[in-house]
């Protein structure tokens, strides 16, 4: 290597004046420094697992077709990753390390079918250093799955197009079935695919092409066990998706819609996503181009849609900005608008070490941690209160963990290690609210019992009631910043008498 020549110099070189046959060359140095540069800070990071994190953890000690919010794919991975390597943090999270370089290559290549290698390698560039990504890339979510089978999806769906081969449709119809088991917002594949046949001319041949009709039909199939769990469980995942989407309210919420608008700058980038607008208008609209656009805009019009009547997360339109990123990276390799790329880049990589050292970027400018600065304080100081419960639970072995709150229950679950058997929550009303509602109510079948309640009140309330005796233990309490702690009171219930 020449003097003075960087290895990020060589990458911003292989991105700029890529020959196809070096793209290949140029990915693999993005994936690798990247990737290499994200278990770094995961490993050193310190945080504990987020409670859903911990929740999906939880459910991968009890595998099964279907839980309370989510289909099954995210549980699978968890008990995938932690068989190799063990149920620590970095395990439990590692899936999202192995999973998006997958859906990165699978970027580039749609890049590179689409248009060329250069394309593919701009597409994949974006696509990784976005922040939603670099966010992502952390945790363990059901995004992760979501934007993998949403990008072999789209690929295949685009190789079918060309070629109507049976495997390219078989691939379709798989991708879709995965990706409706990894999180339901895959169904907006289909009417994304509907309206790109009915608008490019040479395609609304497909509307009769049965081999279309079949790859549906398989998606379909592998979705069916999720469909007939909740059928068996009361439909609890379609309770809690209204519930959360707060459709059933009469009012229009602009307000939430423009934090969804806003949210996307957070995810694809201020930068990223002005150039994904400039490029939807300044691109000539080839069949190709028409595809990317509906993929892209149908998803973020429907998520839009929901914000406006109810409520939407900034992440759920995630698979839209696949498509995005090779929408803008054509834009900007075609037409000679490199420098906007490499600054989108620049920006989005600023971002992402702002992220990922920010504790280390405010005690270098002299400011305080604090729950108003901290935007890390939930994941802070869990691995300590866990140990703080297990000394209990190691005094009364007999006793049962109980809790109305599910944030305490993933979260000790996973840091006590206590068995799913014997986590239960305090339902009285006979609410379906989570997974422990579900599955681990405090019941009939615990008559005789003693629990160690844990709660955020200063007392156990009306369970009181329900038990023999009631003791007081010490209470649960992690200090994180002067304004900020975790603290919960302990009370050992015996005789639970239903």
């Not at 919010?69 to 970095?90: E, N, R």
């Not at 990922?356 to 005690?363: A, N």
């Amino acid at each position: 290597m020449p003097s003075g020549q960087s290895h990020d110099d060589i990458f911003v070189r292989l991105l700029i004046d890529t020959p196809d046959s070096r793209a290949y060359l140029a990915l693999v140095l993005l994936l690798g420094l990247v990737t290499a540069y994200r278990a770094l800070v995961l490993a050193g990071s310190g945080l504990s697992l987020y409670v859903d994190e911990a929740y999906y953890w939880g459910w991968a000690q009890q595998l099964d077709w279907g839980y309370y919010s989510k289909p099954p794919l995210i549980a699978v991975l968890i008990a995938l990753t932690t068989a190799l390597c063990g149920d620590g943090v970095f395990c439990v999270k590692l899936g999202a390390l192995l999973v998006y370089p997958i859906t990165t290559f699978l970027v580039f290549k749609l890049g590179e079918t689409l248009f060329d290698a250069r394309t593919g390698l701009w597409a994949a560039a974006l696509f990784l250093l976005m922040p939603g990504v670099a966010l992502s890339n952390l945790i363990i979510s059901t995004d992760v799955l979501l934007l993998l089978f949403w990008a072999a999806g789209l690929l295949a769906f685009v190789r079918a197009l060309e070629t109507n081969a049976w495997r390219h449709w078989f691939l379709v119809g798989l991708a879709g079935g995965c990706g409706l088991l990894s999180k339901y917002t895959m169904i907006l594949f289909a009417p994304s695919a509907l309206l790109t046949v009915l608008l490019v001319p040479a395609w609304r041949g497909q509307l009769r092409n049965p081999r279309l009709w079949l790859a549906a039909g398989l998606a379909f199939v592998i979705f069916l066990p999720n469909l007939l769990w909740n059928a068996s469980h009361g439909w609890p995942t379609l309770r809690h998706t209204a519930e959360i989407s707060h459709l059933y309210e009469q009012t229009l919420h602009w307000g939430e819609l423009g934090a969804f608008w806003g949210g996307q700058f957070a995810v694809f980038g201020p930068l990223a996503l002005v150039l994904g607008l400039v490029a939807a208008f300044r691109l000539p609209h080839t069949p190709w181009t028409v595809l990317l656009l509906v993929f892209t805009f149908t998803f973020l019009a429907i998520i839009s849609a929901q914000a406006l009547f109810g409520r939407a997360n900034a992440n759920w339109a995630a698979p839209a900005f696949i498509a995005a990123s090779v929408l803008v990276a054509r834009w900007g390799a075609a037409y000679a608008h490199r420098r906007w790329l490499l600054s989108a880049l620049a920006l989005n990589v600023a971002l992402m070490f702002g992220a990922y050292h920010y504790d280390r970027i405010i005690g270098t400018l002299g400011f305080e941690l604090t729950a108003k600065t901290d935007p890390f304080k939930r994941v802070r100081g869990w691995d300590r209160l866990g140990e703080q419960f297990a000394r209990l639970q190691a005094a009364h072995p007999q006793a049962l963990l109980v809790s109305e709150e599910r944030e305490v229950l993933a979260e000790l679950v996973y840091y006590a290690r206590i068995p799913p058997e014997r986590v239960l929550s305090w339902n009285p009303q006979g609410l379906l609210r989570h997974q422990y509602d579900l599955r681990h109510s405090l019941g009939p079948a615990q008559r005789g019992q003693d629990v160690l309640f844990v709660t955020s009140a200063s007392t156990p309330g009306p369970m009181a009631e329900h038990f023999a005796s009631v003791e007081p233990l010490p209470p649960l309490h992690v200090p994180i910043h002067r304004d900020w702690a975790l603290e919960y009171s302990v009370f050992l219930l015996r005789d639970y008498k239903g």
